[in-house]
Every structure is written in C-alpha cells, then in structure tokens.
C-alpha cells in the first residue's frame, strides 16, 4: 500500500463554468506542480476531455482517473469514477442518451469545449451540459455500478446541489461508501448530525486553475501500475 495525493473533483473547459485556460494540459500541469499524484477529470454529465486529459497526466508522471459529475433528476450532484478510459466512455453514452437537451448560450453560460492531447480544441458540446439529467438518483447509482463505476454525492457541505441540501439528510438507500467534502474542516460536525459514510474525501470543484490547492489530503491505496491504482481507487470507493 502506498498512500497517494489526490483530488477527485476538477472541471475542464468542457463544463460551461469552467474557465477556458482549463485545458487537459494545464490542469495536468498544476496538478503536477500541486504535489498531486492522483487526479479526476469530472466535467458536468460528460466525460468528453478524459481522453486528452489521460494524456495529458501520463506524460507528466499524475495518474489519471476519468469521471464525471452527473446531475439526477433530483438536481443532486454525483461524483462517479471509473476503473478506465474505456469505461467512463461508456457512461458516457448512457448518460447522453438521459440527458434533457437545451441548447447552451454561451454569452450566458459560457463555452463547453473539447479538446485533444495538444490542447487543440477539436468540438464543442452544443447542449447545456450542467442541467438534470432523467436519471433519478437511484436509477444514476445503479447505472453508474453496473458500468464498474464507483459513485458518492459530491460536495455534501454545500447548498447547491448537495444532497444533504436538497434531501434533508443522507438517505439510507441507495446506500454509498464514501461523501466528498469541500471543507474537510465541517467532516466533523456533519458527522455528528448526518449518518456520513465510512469514507470522506476533500476536493477542489476546481473551475479555475488557481483552485487547485496544494496537496494536502491523501489515499492509502494498492498497486504498482496506473491502472492497478486506479482499481484499488475504485474498490475502496465503492466498499468492496
């Protein structure tokens, strides 16, 4: 086991509230020079920049993990983290066939763009991409599982789009493994309140490149090899 630098939570310039320097490269780059050895890639309801983001990582020595903040129906956020490229492609497709499609302003919203591993940009996602999704929360937990995936409620101390915030509590079914914190500071206090699970992380929600902080919270994990890493990363999340 060796215990590993993380965040799990960082925006691209796909998502619209992500600020356009957030390019696979740069948040590479930052991570890196973060001190973070472990990083997600988790735009809203797409996976689109994982691939160049993948790229991006391996060349500069971060392990990558390819993930996605999904939006339920509820208007709860999730984050969900896959084993592989391959497969967070994959729920990509699902979750896009789910999606409720209205079409991006970007003077409103902002860009949503997609990038290759030179940071060339190469698309754009032309429907507003943070709305609910259809998939309600019990039907997201179970698409994204049966997918490989590992899924826990982002942010649970935050109003927006918290799950606390929107539900009241932390509901027993569907039942998760792990919470992520933005503040780990509240772990405590939420704790005494709220039936939190087992495992907690504290990450960015980074839209900027400037919020990305220094590596302070770590992982105790098994594995030699990238994706070994990313294996045991997913089991422990999802409580195997």
Do not use: W
């Not at 630098?5 to 020079?33: Q, R």
């Not at 302070?216 to 294996?231: E, S």
């Amino acid at each position: 086991m060796k215990e590993y630098y993380y965040d799990l939570h960082i925006h691209s310039c796909l998502s619209p509230c992500g600020d356009n320097d957030m390019t696979p490269n740069n948040i590479a780059g930052m991570a890196a020079l973060a001190g973070l050895e472990l990083a997600a890639l988790t735009d809203h309801n797409s996976t689109k920049n994982c691939p160049a983001f993948f790229s991006a990582c391996e060349r500069l020595g971060v392990i990558p993990v390819a993930g996605m903040e999904l939006t339920t129906a509820e208007d709860i956020h999730l984050v969900c983290l896959f084993e592989s490229l391959e497969g967070a492609l994959a729920f990509d497709e699902a979750v896009t066939a789910r999606r409720i499609l209205i079409p991006n302003r970007t003077d409103i919203f902002g860009d949503q763009l997609i990038l290759d591993a030179q940071d060339c940009i190469v698309g754009a996602e032309a429907h507003l991409l943070p709305n609910a999704t259809e998939l309600s929360l019990e039907e997201a937990v179970g698409v994204v599982r049966s997918f490989g995936g590992a899924v826990y409620p982002a942010h649970v101390d935050r109003e927006a789009n918290g799950i606390i915030a929107v539900l009241g509590t932390m509901p027993e079914y569907p039942a998760f493994s792990a919470a992520e914190f933005h503040d780990g500071d509240k772990i405590a206090a939420y704790r005494e309140q709220y039936p939190i699970p087992p495992q907690t992380l504290v990450c960015s929600d980074a839209h900027y490149l400037t919020d990305i902080p220094d590596a302070a919270h770590r992982l105790a994990l098994a594995g030699d090899t990238p994706a070994q890493v990313r294996k045991s990363l997913i089991r422990l999340l999802r409580g195997d």
